[in-house]
Every structure is written in structure tokens, then in C-alpha cells.
């Protein structure tokens, strides 16, 4: 069965420090996958998607077929990346992960 | 408009009413999707429009009936609902849901609902 896995509830780090966002899949074929964040009252929204391979708002995901795995990373992590990060696999539906936390700290 | 809006914001509900829960998108787009997500849970999906049919039912319970009058509108008929149905529902959009390109969906704020 396809599943997400985002085994960290909580990532807290300090301003300035690199993030990294853990995200495994299981699916056999060529998967879509995304990451969707929701920060504090706001509504869920797309943050990143393999196939435009682009870094938005510092951040970057690198789809690797070999580990399964589509990691969110940062460099340089700033309060206002505070949120609820998502990773999803697009089958005929949204696949979400459990999610994890991140709370960046001055 | 690049937004997709729910109303309303919040629904407070008895188990014996009758309420509805409406969604709005005026992207173009062709497919429209309802969630219901729980506290610290990620959303979880109930059903898919798709070109106004509808395509995607995940084994939703019937006091749950979903409407989509036209391409713009999504409209969720809530009926003898039950305490734990309480959660925030979320509706969302995409161009479509058939190709890679067509797959960013785009959610609303969602609407409260509390069933007492």
C-alpha cells in the first residue's frame, strides 16, 4: 500500500540553523510528491513539488528513488518557518504523512 | 481570484440538524475535493468532484452528502451528524486531477464544526 512516513512529530532548532525535514514513501512506481505547510491560522498551502524542482523560500526537497525519500531542507532556518510541514504522495489522491512540527527558536 | 473560500468560518451544530457547508473557486478549475481533518492530524480525504461528477467517495458515511451545483461550487449536506464528526473540513481545488501538472491543489481556510 502507498504510504508517507514523517517520523518526527517535533523538529526544534535555533534561528540559523540547518533544517531537515524527513519524508519516506512506498510506492513501486514513479511518484508525484509534495510538500504542503500550514502556518499558524493560515490555510494549507504548497510549498514545494519534485517535478519543478525549485527552492522556495530557502528551501529545497530532492526526490531519491533509491531511499524512497523526499527530505525538506534548509540551510539557514528562520522563526518564520515556524509551521506544520506536510509531505504528500499524489496517487488518485493526496497521501499525506502524520506531519512534523517545526519550531524555530531565536 | 486566485482563493478558494469556505462559509462559514465556524458551525456549531445539534445531531438532529440539518446544515450545509459551501465552498467557492473561481480559478477554472475542474476539480474540487473535500477533507476532514482532526486535531494534529493531517487532512484526510471524504470526496472528489471531478468535472461536476462526482468520482472519489472514501467510503464516507451518507449523513455526509456532497453537491457540486456547478464548476465554481462544492457543497457539503450535513445530516444526523455525530460528536466525533466535529473537526475542521477543508475544501480544495485543482486544474485537475488526471495529469502531473494538474495536481496542485489549492485548500481553503476550512469551517469549524462542532457537533454537540
Known amino acids: 500500500a502507498q504510504r508517507v512516513t514523517q517520523p518526527e512529530k517535533l523538529l526544534s532548532v535555533f534561528k540559523g540553523a540547518p533544517v531537515e525535514l524527513k519524508c519516506n514513501y512506498s510506492?513501486?512506481?514513479?511518484?508525484?510528491l509534495f510538500w504542503y505547510v500550514q502556518y499558524s491560522r493560515q490555510r494549507l498551502q504548497l510549498l514545494l513539488r519534485?517535478?519543478s524542482r525549485e527552492s522556495i523560500k530557502g528551501f529545497t526537497a530532492d526526490l531519491n528513488k533509491g531511499e524512497t525519500s523526499f527530505h525538506l531542507k534548509k540551510p539557514f532556518a528562520q522563526e518564520e518557518d515556524s509551521a506544520m510541514y506536510y509531505c504528500a504522495l499524489m496517487r488518485y489522491k493526496l497521501i499525506f504523512g502524520a506531519g512534523t512540527r517545526l519550531a524555530v527558536h531565536p | 481570484d486566485t482563493e478558494v473560500t469556505q462559509t462559514p468560518k465556524h458551525l456549531v451544530m445539534g445531531m438532529t440538524n440539518k446544515k450545509s457547508l459551501k465552498c467557492e473557486q473561481h480559478?477554472?478549475?475542474?476539480?474540487m475535493y473535500w477533507y476532514k481533518q482532526k486535531a494534529k492530524k493531517p487532512p484526510e480525504l471524504m470526496f472528489v468532484?471531478?468535472?461536476?461528477?462526482?468520482?472519489i467517495n472514501e467510503s464516507v458515511p451518507s449523513r455526509f452528502s456532497p453537491e457540486c451545483p456547478n464548476s465554481s461550487l462544492l457543497n457539503l449536506h450535513l445530516h444526523a451528524l455525530q460528536p466525533e464528526d466535529s473537526a475542521l473540513y477543508l475544501c480544495?481545488?485543482?486544474?485537475?486531477?488526471?495529469?502531473?501538472?494538474?495536481?496542485?491543489?489549492?485548500f481553503g481556510p476550512g469551517t469549524r464544526l462542532t457537533v454537540t
Open positions: 468532484y471531478s468535472y461536476e461528477k462526482l468520482s
Open positions: 480559478m477554472g478549475h475542474r476539480a
Open positions: 510506492y513501486s512506481g514513479s511518484p508525484e
Open positions: 519534485h517535478i
Open positions: 480544495a481545488s485543482s486544474q485537475g486531477n488526471r495529469a502531473p501538472s494538474s495536481y496542485e491543489q489549492y
